[in-house]
């Protein structure tokens, strides 16, 4: 069996469980850390730190951002401290663990997990997969090739960044209902579909449980077939796992 520390980095929760890399399933029962208040590079290493401590690991990790992650270096951080942009993530948590760490962005993390082990398994074709959280990330995939870096919620939308206006953070914000949000994520998938036709959408996130796709599904309508992701929280974690093992050397 081939395992991987993956760690998922959340706006309230940093998340690290060990990961079988051929079946995606856990190994052991997954360890959470709530995310710093200044949560700059060196407070999220220490938090790596730990969490590869609890479990004693010494080999490979994969860990997310919810940034642009170009080849190990952060490149934006609209949702995270100011301090992360260029930081060369993957050294600094390659040192401060002593293990080889894979860093890639949050959303192409869950997206991979989701066409690896989850509801994208069948997928081939052009799919996209949007996480809908605190922002809206995006993982674009062509035939199960992930295409790395996208960040489909920085569309512009109604004269903002998508993200501001249809993410599960402003529904709440604004106490929007699920129909009054679900008008507004129709526009964002509209927009999606009209540049880019992908063959099928898959909606991840906070905003992918069952309780809550019942409250907002029906007032959803594409060309592309959507479907929700399954992994839920555990998506991040996986996805990073799967993809350090593919990286290493
Ligand atoms: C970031 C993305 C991230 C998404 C979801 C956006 O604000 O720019 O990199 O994937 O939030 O966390």
């Not at 730190?49 to 010494?58: C, E, L, P, T």
């Not at 998938?189 to 959408?201: G, M, S, T």
């Amino acid at each position: 069996m081939s395992e991987v520390l993956g760690i998922d980095f959340g706006g309230t929760g940093i998340k690290g469980a060990l990961v079988n890399t051929e079946t995606g399933e856990l190994t052991a029962e997954r360890f959470r850390i709530p995310t710093p208040e200044h949560a700059t590079p060196e407070a999220i290493a220490d938090v790596v730190v730990q969490i590869a401590d609890h479990f004693k690991w010494k080999g490979p990790i994969g860990c997310t951002v919810p940034a642009r992650v170009e080849h190990g270096i952060v490149r934006t951080a609209t949702n995270i401290h100011a301090l992360w942009i260029d930081t060369h993530v993957e050294a600094l948590l390659s040192e401060k663990t002593g293990c080889e760490v894979h860093v890639l962005n949050d959303a192409d993390a869950a997206g991979v997990a989701s066409v690896v082990f989850g509801s994208g398994q069948e997928e081939t074709g052009l799919v996209f997969f949007l996480t809908v959280g605190t922002g809206i990330g995006s993982a674009i995939f062509y035939n199960k090739v992930l295409i790395p870096g996208t960040e489909l919620g920085h569309l512009r939308l109604k004269g903002a960044a998508a993200e501001l206006y249809a993410s599960d953070r402003t529904r709440l914000q604004q106490g929007l209902s699920w129909k009054k949000w679900a008008k507004r994520f129709q526009k964002y998938l509209d927009r999606i579909e009209f540049l880019f036709a992908p063959d099928h959408i898959i909606i991840g996130g906070g905003i992918s449980r069952p309780t809550k796709v019942a409250e907002y599904e029906k007032h959803l309508s594409t060309k592309a077939k959507l479907s929700f992701a399954s992994l839920e929280n555990e998506a991040g974690i996986i996805g990073a796992a799967y993809y350090a093992a593919n990286q290493k050397k």
